[in-house]
Every structure is written in C-alpha cells, then in structure tokens.
C-alpha cells in the first residue's frame, strides 16, 4: 500500500459508495430490507456492514502515531461494538452517514506519507483480542472489504432488478493518454 494507491482506493470508494446508494435508492424501502439470505441478510444490512466495518477500522486507525488530524471527525462518529450494529434504520439515514464517512477516508487517505504507511501497528478486534500487523497491510484489508461486501451488494441489487453497471477500479484509475 502506498499514499497514491490509498487516495485511488477512497476515491474508487466514494464513487462505487454513490453508484450502489443511487440504485439502491430506486427500489422500494420493503425490497431494501428484504432478508435475501446473504450474510448480513438485506441490501441495507449490508451495506451497514460495510459502514460499520469503515467506522471500526477509522476508529483503531486513529491510535496510529498519534492518528491524522481528518480523524478528529471520528469524534461525530460511533464506536460500534458489533459487525451487525445498525447505524440507520433506512436507506435514506445510513446514504448521509455514508456520505460524511466517505469524505472523512477521502481526506484520510490523502493525509497518508509513507513513513505513516511503514511499521506495524497493534489494535483489538471487537472481541478484544489484540493482533499486531503491517499497518500498510491493515489498510489494503479495509479497502478490500469494502470491494468484498460491495460485491454482494451488487448481486442482491441484481437479484432486486437493478444493474449497477460498470464496478471496475478500472472506472476510476486516470488514464495517462495523451
């Protein structure tokens, strides 16, 4: 993981975050909630997933070297507990929490330097047990379980009758044509 690779990811982020909440947005909120047995049941449970996940990981991140000063808006942000913790009882609700949490990993992953990048760093998951890894590491992984999760949400909008269309990095990595 490097900064420039950090600041593609959030923005491939933000942008995927916008497609999937806009397609989403065009079935009604009972289809939404539908359990459609995927592991976190619904689109909207899964979609909370990935912003809970999001929130988790800011929150551990914001211990490393003292955190980045875009973190300090973690502070309008909770802690959540759970992998299955709801933030938002609808689309609508869990569509702004996301937005303002996409504009925090935006800036986060701007702020990022490789020295910030280098070492290890400690954390404890939700259970309470303490790992230690790469903190370059630790960061690919919270970009790819948001890829991950997103996947299964554009199968169950799929599934729902909407086509998400395009989902490819591709999409979003600059061209150097000149």
């Known amino acids: 993981m490097t900064p420039p690779i950090a600041n593609l990811m959030a923005e491939y982020n933000r942008w995927m975050n916008r497609r999937l909440f806009d397609c989403a ?3 009604a909120q009972t289809a939404v909630l539908e359990d459609r047995g995927a592991y976190f049941g619904s689109i909207l449970g899964t979609l909370n997933h990935i912003a809970v996940g999001d929130t988790i990981w800011l929150h551990r991140f914001s211990g490393h070297q003292g955190g980045l000063a875009s973190l300090a808006a973690l502070a309008g942000f909770p802690r959540p507990t759970s992998l299955r913790q709801s933030l938002s009882a ?19 992953a701007g702020e990022l330097t490789p020295e ?3 070492g290890d760093f400690t954390y404890a998951n939700t259970s309470g047990l303490t790992s230690r890894k ?30 998400v269309g395009v989902t490819d990095l591709l999409a979003v990595i600059p061209s150097d044509d000149a």
């Open 25 to 27: 947005a065009t079935l």
């Open 90 to 108: 609808d689309l609508a609700g869990l569509r702004i929490y996301r937005q303002r949490l996409d504009e925090l990993i935006v800036a986060w």
């Open 116 to 118: 910030h990048l280098s």
């Open 134 to 163: 790469s903190f370059a590491a630790l960061v690919q992984h919270f970009f790819n379980h948001q890829t991950h999760h997103r996947g299964q949400v554009t199968t169950l909008l799929f599934q729902a009758g909407v086509d």
